[in-house]
């Protein structure tokens, strides 16, 4: 195995030991951030003379070939170097030749490293916000279509008051909106450059870290060095927010499995998103959503294991760490997978408007709007809800609509209770009027769509 060390040792390293040390297996991928960091690096070597300008520019030369081939896909892991940091310190002495060596001054594995995982973790986190906010443009087209459609909102997964179909998916929208705040505080917090903490106390040499920092848009140099090349709070706090990133689209996947299936019957998934049985002919599956709330558990387990693995480490570096990319990298690949799925099935999903129609027929869903007509009556909220209650018990009991009911029986529950209470049982009126701020009704739905769509066309 390719090492970037050895010297000190007067045996090889057990073979089984190498390959159980060996992180070139997933930590590859970091290899163009670690170009990308070593270029800077190089750069400032050479400006504040601590190697030659000659051999920077030699450096920067052979850092950029490599980079471009990086981006060509004509390279491949050299499966006998330790990791990405030697891999790619083999291809530059290929490049350059022995001024290859001068490249590592004034840095170690232990800032490198911290280094090529905040690029990282920084690119994949604007492809997510990026992407979220793509998803939130797609629901949000669905909601604008769909603004006149009132469907029965739930609690405890039982009917309970009418909404309008759009004020439902706007909650979708909320939800990712906090998502998306919760990456970009991650990723503000890590916009901090590591690199020139070396192995824990920093250098001797005249380096000019805030050089490197302009040249890799950081804003912040990190200020301690033990804390700098022991820190994954990134890592851990950009696990957490996609732990409730992932938490919300598995919800979001739920109510479209419920909605779509046969005893809910409000929406329909295109065929493109759906799969089949390989013994039951006629099914159409939700695989995808399925799989999106499967992966939830994944991506909770991956915050777990890196909060393990930090929990009893004392400062500064160990090797423990070395533990910390696989869950990283796997949770930001399946959370970009699901963003994707999500997308296309809200794109081909198809409502149901005679099944949204039939299920607010359900009068049970206008107990709270009786309440509020009594109250208008002058009924105190709890008189009212006494009245309303005993109002469709009565109902249920004797399987009669409130349509049917004679003007005697109406005020045999109260007086307040006039026939022109069956006027509120409409689906249309029930989620039109009810418009405090944040509520389903017209105006403030609205309100609603208009702030979303300045937000999701970037005016906001």
């Not at 598995?250 to 046969?262: F, H, P, Q, V």
């Not at 910390?324 to 081909?348: H, I, N, R, T």
């Not at 007086?415 to 029930?430: E, Q, Y």
């Amino acid at each position: 195995m390719t090492k970037l060390w050895g010297t000190r040792f007067g045996k090889k390293t057990n073979r089984r030991i190498e390959e159980l040390t060996s992180s070139l297996a997933f930590d590859a991928r970091l290899a163009p951030y670690d170009v990308e960091g070593s270029i800077a690096h190089a750069q400032m070597l050479g400006k504040t003379r601590v190697i030659s300008r000659a051999d920077s520019d030699r450096l920067v030369k052979g850092l950029g070939r490599i980079q471009k081939k990086l981006a060509q896909g004509r390279l491949r892991p050299d499966p006998r170097a330790e990791d990405v940091h030697t891999w790619i310190q083999g291809l530059l002495e290929k490049e350059v030749g022995r001024v290859a060596g001068r490249l590592h001054t004034a840095r170690s594995r232990n800032d490198q490293i911290v280094l090529d995982e905040k690029l990282y973790v920084r690119a994949e986190g604007q492809k997510i916000l990026s992407g979220i906010r793509s998803l939130q443009g797609v629901i949000l087209a669905l909601a604008q279509r769909e603004r006149k459609t009132v469907i029965p909102g739930y609690t405890h997964l039982r009917r309970a008051q009418c909404v309008r179909l759009s004020h439902h998916l706007l909650a979708y929208l909320e939800m990712l909106e906090r998502d998306r705040g919760r990456v970009q505080g991650c990723l503000g917090r890590a916009d901090e450059l590591p690199l020139g903490a070396c192995a824990l106390s920093g250098t001797a040499l005249p380096i000019d870290r805030h050089q490197v920092a302009r040249a890799l848009k950081f804003t912040r140099v990190s200020a301690n060095s033990m804390d700098t090349v022991s820190d994954r709070d990134f890592i851990v706090e950009f696990l957490g927010a996609l732990c409730l990133f992932s938490l919300h689209l598995s919800r979001m996947a739920e109510d479209l499995i419920l909605w779509t299936g046969e005893e809910f019957g409000l929406a329909l998934l295109d065929e493109s998103v759906e799969t089949g049985s390989s013994i039951m002919p006629h099914k159409m599956n939700p695989d995808p959503l399925e799989l999106v709330r499967g992966m939830t558990g994944r991506i909770f387990g991956n915050h777990l294991a890196l909060l393990v693995v930090l929990k009893g480490l004392p400062l500064t570096y160990s090797r423990d760490l070395q533990h910390d990319k696989e869950p990283l990298f796997d949770s930001v690949d399946q959370v970009k997978g699901a963003l994707d799925m999500m997308a296309q099935v809200f794109k081909g999903l198809r409502i149901r408007h005679a099944r949204a129609r039939v299920l607010t027929q359900d009068e049970a869903l206008y107990s709270v709007d009786i309440v509020e007509f009594l109250i208008r009556k002058g009924l105190s909220y709890r008189e009212a809800h006494d009245v309303t209650g005993r109002l469709i018990r009565h109902l249920s009991q004797h399987g009669k609509p409130l349509r049917d009911m004679s003007k005697e029986a109406l005020r045999g529950f109260s007086p307040a209770l006039t026939p022109d209470v069956k006027g509120i049982i409409n689906p249309v009126l029930s989620a039109g009027r009810r418009n405090s701020f944040g509520g389903t009704g017209d105006r403030s739905l609205g309100h609603a769509l208009r702030l979303w769509k300045k937000r999701c066309s970037g005016h906001a």
